[in-house]
């Protein structure tokens, strides 16, 4: 069973940075698919990156503003985001799921461990 619990949202005005963590307990072997996901209110839950724990390939649905990294050491995975606008605004989600491949989807259907998510708003 694996848990996950976010932290670091906030509020920020439109410019400015957060990073989120996503503490991780149980079992995350390195087969592991792990993402960030947002969800604005009256919209469906969109990926925002992805990391294979294993091999640390990463896939971003918008690169350039958000980076996404991990520290096996401690079992945490982050959400740096930078340049932040107003659109960004929405609840953030941790998620993870076993996998036998090094590509990790953004789609929220294929993960079934979830965090119980951490607020962003960001204001202009």
């Known amino acids: 069973q694996v848990q996950l619990v976010e932290s670091g949202g906030g509020s920020v005005q439109a410019g400015g940075s957060l990073r989120l963590s996503c503490k991780a307990s149980?079992?995350?072997?390195?087969?592991?698919?792990m993402g960030w996901f947002r969800q604005a209110p009256g919209k469906e839950r969109e990926g925002v990156a992805t990391?294979?724990?294993?091999?640390?390939r990463t896939v971003y649905a918008d690169s350039g503003r958000f980076t996404i990294s991990q520290d096996k050491a401690t079992n945490t995975l982050y959400l740096e985001m930078n340049y932040l606008r107003p659109e960004d605004t929405a609840m953030y989600y941790c998620?993870?799921?076993?996998?036998?491949?090094?590509?990790?989807?953004?789609?929220?259907?294929?993960?079934?461990?979830w965090g119980q998510g951490t607020q962003v708003t960001v204001s202009s």
């Open positions: 998620a993870a799921h076993l996998s036998p491949f090094d590509f990790c989807s953004g789609s929220h259907s294929d993960y079934n461990y």
């Open positions: 990391i294979y724990i294993g091999s640390g």
């Open positions: 149980g079992y995350i072997s390195s087969n592991y698919c």
